[in-house]
């Protein structure tokens, strides 16, 4: 079908309702507007949180007749799912699209029951009768099901970027770590930390040589020469009050 088969009326009617939902898209809604052809239209919809389709992308499509808006369109789900109103054809079973339908209902509606109805399936109308029998007797099957279904046919593609950004961020901190928890110690607590063997006192200052900052290595015995001084002249003052 081309925008060639539905009236005027029709074409400028949906124009508007396609305009609207692209500037203010439906939540978990992306519809994919094809210019050429009203008639059909695709919408992506995102598995609820929650539910067993979770983390799934589910592409659908309408279907629209030549006296639309008097005769609802026809639903279709292109992404294989596990649920009791959608049968394994693809094909919609929902009040919204048949015998609840009015006129004045219009995409938006359309496509948020259809969303709706991955949150609350209704078994009593099912058109994949495994799927509504195992809802009613056995959810915890049902949901394993259908989270199978998800995580082969529809599970969200990963964002490599943000991954990657993320562990070059790591990596960085645990790369520059080492510096900021050395550089402090050789010059505040270096004879605490290390103890009273000159090779651990030097260790601190030599780490740390290559940054733009750094002090020369001859600096480092300077950093622990004024503890050492003030043992001596602590010494020499016991021997004063001796004598």
Known sequence: ???????????????????N???????????IVNDDD????FADIEGPAGTPYENGIFRMKLILSRDFPQSPPKGFFTTKIFHPNIATSGEICVNTLKKDWNPSLG????????RCLLIEPFPESALNE???KLLLENYEEYARHARLYTSIHALRPKS????????????????GQPHTVLAPISTSTGT??????????NAAPSAVS????AAPRKDGPLAVKVPVDKKKMDARKKSLKRL
């Open 38 to 41: 009203f008639a059909t239209i």
């Open 210 to 213: 290559g940054g733009a900052s």
């Open 192 to 201: 605490k930390a290390f103890g009273p063997n000159s090779q651990d006192r």
């Open 130 to 132: 495994q799927a509504g």
């Open 1 to 19: 079908a081309t925008n060639e088969n539905l009236p005027p009326t029709v074409i400028r009617q949906l124009a508007k309702e396609l305009k």
């Open 107 to 114: 995409l938006r509606h359309v496509l948020l029951v259809v």
């Open 160 to 175: 490599k970027s943000k991954s990657g950004a993320i562990s070059e961020s790591t990596a960085a901190l645990n790369k």
């Open 21 to 31: 939902l692209d500037d203010s898209p439906p939540e978990g809604i992306k519809v």
